[in-house]
């Protein structure tokens, strides 16, 4: 069991899902604390899950709001860093600049790919969760 | 036993983000600190009392309620650490709030961004800001705060109760304090696995520069 988490840990960041931000969460867990990186992994969802019903109902109405795309997308960054999301991350940046260049194409191009990296991601930090246990 | 040991930091920590303010406490608490979290700008300047009860936004809140009233007289605050932007009060506003307080300006005030903006850090740097950390904050960046922290405590031991710091007495004990940051720092490193090798170095070497202390290894840690 322990290797399977081992070899599900190492494909996240082989295939780079994770960055070493992810590591430094796993630092801060210890025998007071065993669940944190879970548990902060379900709030990141949560909050992520939040963040892009937003984004698609902005985008859904059909006028593109940019500012109020990019505050959006200020968030998401964030906390996606702040977990080692690193593509989802990447895809943030670029939705952030075709914000900034108004592109609205763009957005709508980039914000399908970060749905599908999301949803990726969720599902191998699930995975890997549940080989932990 | 030194004071350290006794009684741990308490640090204030503002974020709207609950996911921010998650992290933020754990990282805290993994550095032996003790924290309490608000979400806002206005609930932190609430919670140490500088608030009026006319500027509340939210019919509901009091400044009567027990945890409040009681909050600034019973928890001492060695920090405050805020992230940048929050709807409202930022924490910028939130800063300049609290060093323009007589009662609180003595308490170091840390500012937290996701973003580079040089400006920005300038100008929380120049408003009194000690440090400003880019997030993701991490652990290391948390070890340069004992020593702010430390500076607090030291003051307020040194001061008579319900008395404010007069700047000349404050000139005086300086030399003082110093030394005794560093000893104690010293102490509570000793407890901190976590501290790097190259900053016990630093310490050792200044502790052994012509003051008369007991040596390093004669020093006692209680655990």
Do not use: W
Request: aromatic share 8%; hydrophobic share 35%; charged share 30%.
């Amino acid at each position: 069991m322990q290797r399977q988490v081992a070899l599900i840990k190492q494909s996240l960041f082989d295939q780079g899902y994770l960055d070493e931000q992810f590591i430094e969460l796993e630092e801060l867990q210890d025998d007071a604390n065993p669940n944190f990186v879970e548990e902060v992994a379900t709030l990141y969802f949560k909050d992520s899950a939040r963040l892009i019903s937003n984004i698609e109902q902005a985008l859904e109405r059909g006028s593109f709001d940019f500012n109020r795309l990019d505050n959006y997308m200020h968030q998401f960054k964030g906390s996606s860093t702040s977990i080692g999301a690193s593509k989802v991350k990447t895809e943030c940046t670029m939705f952030r600049e075709y914000c900034r260049v108004g592109n609205a194409e763009g957005c709508l191009r980039t914000f399908k790919q970060l749905k599908k990296e999301h949803a990726t991601l969720r599902k191998k930090l699930e995975q890997y969760f549940q080989a932990s246990k | 036993m030194g004071v350290v040991t006794e009684s741990q930091f308490h640090v204030l920590a503002v974020d709207d983000s609950l996911f921010d303010r998650k992290m933020i406490e754990r990282l805290l608490q993994k550095s032996s600190c003790q924290v309490t979290t608000v979400d806002s700008g206005s609930k932190a300047l609430e919670l140490l009392g500088l608030r009026e009860s006319n500027e509340s936004d939210d019919p509901n809140a009091t400044s009567t309620s027990p945890f409040v009233c009681n909050f600034a007289q019973e928890v001492e605050i060695n920090l405050i650490i805020t992230d940048y932007c929050m709807p409202g009060m930022t924490g910028y506003d939130l800063l300049k709030r609290v060093k323009e307080s007589a009662a609180f300006r003595s308490i170091p005030v840390v500012i937290m961004s996701s973003e580079n903006v040089p400006a920005r850090i300038s100008r929380c740097l120049e408003e009194g800001a000690e440090e400003f950390f880019l997030k993701p904050v991490k652990l290391a960046d948390l070890t340069k705060l004992k020593p702010h922290m430390m500076k607090t405590k030291l003051k307020k031991e040194s001061e008579k109760p319900a008395e404010e710091v007069k700047p000349e007495i404050e000139e005086e004990e300086s030399p003082v304090i110093e030394i005794l940051t560093l000893h104690q720092e010293l102490e509570s490193e000793q407890q901190e696995p976590m501290l790097s090798n190259n900053k016990r170095k630093a310490m050792e070497e200044a502790i052994s520069t012509g003051r008369s202390r007991p040596k390093y290894n004669d020093i006692t840690t209680s655990v």
